[in-house]
Each structure stands twice: as structure tokens, then as C-alpha cells.
């Protein structure tokens, strides 16, 4: 079983619409968590981190964490064609970051 | 502010040359890392660094060389090229182990 699973997609949704991204993982020792963006042909630029369970929220943008069923979420309320990018969560356990392999979004117009 | 920055962009080698990655970030972080990232592979681990002077290998270290003379500088060394490197490189850093990475824009590495 890996470490942290991500639905590779692609996932389209219409422009507007609420889109929920998600992530599992396996290991209980996780502590912290992170959400980053990428555009092609450019590096991971981080969108959330949180290290706690419950939701945190950033414009358009709610992470969500729940330790006991070990499942995060991104939500992106209001979505518009610039959010289409990969979207990439990551977790830190004893300073070691493992990162989901990503979800490729597509907002249509 | 920079944050971290690579050169060159993109590069084509042949077989069995060597070339440097570089990387430098101005965020004065501890921590700097290289990944390769493969389509549909997710980013893979090469080297990493805790600080001047010390380096570890990753997940998939074989084929690369890193050194850390300075906080701010973390070169990633091919010294055989070969076409299983073909790739894009990232250079990531962190203030500390437990912090969120920054990553620059990537190296796309073609082998020919």
C-alpha cells in the first residue's frame, strides 16, 4: 500500500463550479499537510499547509483534514479556467515530505 | 525575491556527456532538495541537503552527484549521461525539515 494516494484524473468541471480534490494516506504518523499547484512547464508552488485536523481556508480555497479516516481534501469554491493546473498534496512525517503523484484539473469556459 | 532559481531551463545532451544543474535559493532555507519529475511518475527524490557541507541520497540517487559548499547554492551533477535521465529537474528548499519546500521553475533535460 502506498504511502499517499491521489486520483490522477483528469478532472473537468465547468467554469463556477466547486471542485474537490482528495488524498489518502496510510501512515498515522503524518503531521503535517500541503496542497500545491502546478501550472505546465513550471515547479509546485504551494496553495495551503496546515497541520491540524479541521478546515482552513485561503480565498477560494478550503483544505480540509481528517486524521481519524487519514483523508485530506482542496476545495475551490467558484472555480475559474486559471485554476487549471495539477494539483499535488504532500505530507511531512519525521521530516521526510512524501508527495502524492497529482490531479490534473480542467476547468472548461 | 528570487526564492529559488535554476539554470538553465532547457538543455540537450548526447550519451555520455556530463553537465551541472544549478540551483540557488535567497531565502536563506537549511534545506535543499532535487527531484526529477516524470510524466505520470510524480516527483522522485534525488539528493538533499540539511545544510552546508552535508548531503544525502534519495530515492533514486544513481547517475547523480550533488555538493553543498554554501547555504545558498546546491549544483546537481550528471556525469554519464544517459537516456533514462531524460527528465525535468527541480530544486526545492525549506527552512527546516518540517517546513513546506519552494521549489523553482525546473530544468528540462532531454538525452539524446
Known amino acids: 500500500q502506498k504511502e499517499v494516494e491521489q486520483d490522477p484524473g483528469p478532472l473537468s468541471v465547468p467554469e463556477g463550479a466547486i471542485v474537490s480534490l482528495n488524498c489518502t494516506y496510510s501512515?498515522?504518523?503524518?503531521?503535517?499537510f500541503m496542497w500545491y499547484r502546478q501550472y505546465s512547464r513550471k515547479g509546485p508552488e504551494l496553495l495551503m499547509y496546515?497541520?491540524?485536523?479541521g478546515n482552513k481556508e485561503d480565498g477560494r480555497f478550503t483544505a480540509q483534514v481528517d486524521k481519524s479516516s487519514k483523508y485530506i481534501s482542496l476545495f475551490i469554491r467558484d472555480s475559474q479556467p486559471s485554476d487549471s493546473a495539477t494539483y499535488l498534496c504532500?505530507?511531512?512525517?519525521?521530516?521526510?515530505?512524501?508527495f502524492g503523484k497529482g490531479t490534473r484539473l480542467h476547468i472548461l469556459p | 525575491n528570487a526564492g529559488v532559481t535554476q539554470t538553465p531551463k532547457f538543455r540537450i545532451l548526447k550519451i555520455g556527456q556530463s553537465m551541472t544543474l544549478q540551483c540557488a535559493q535567497d531565502?536563506?532555507?537549511?534545506?535543499m532538495y532535487w527531484y526529477r519529475q516524470d510524466p505520470g511518475m510524480g516527483l522522485k527524490l534525488i539528493y538533499y541537503?540539511?545544510?552546508?557541507?552535508?548531503?544525502d541520497k534519495g530515492e533514486v540517487p544513481n547517475g547523480y552527484n550533488v555538493s553543498r559548499s554554501t547555504t545558498e547554492d546546491f549544483p546537481l551533477r550528471l556525469e554519464l549521461a544517459a537516456p533514462s535521465q531524460t527528465s525535468v529537474y527541480f530544486c526545492?528548499?525549506?527552512?527546516?525539515?518540517?517546513?513546506?519546500?519552494?521549489f523553482g521553475d525546473g530544468t528540462r533535460l532531454s538525452i539524446l
Open positions: 526545492a528548499s525549506s527552512y527546516r525539515g518540517d517546513q513546506p519546500q519552494h
Open positions: 501512515n498515522s504518523a503524518f503531521q503535517y
Open positions: 496546515t497541520y491540524s485536523s
Open positions: 504532500a505530507m511531512i512525517r519525521d521530516d521526510k515530505i512524501i
Open positions: 531565502m536563506n532555507h537549511n534545506y
Open positions: 541537503s540539511v545544510g552546508a557541507g552535508i548531503t
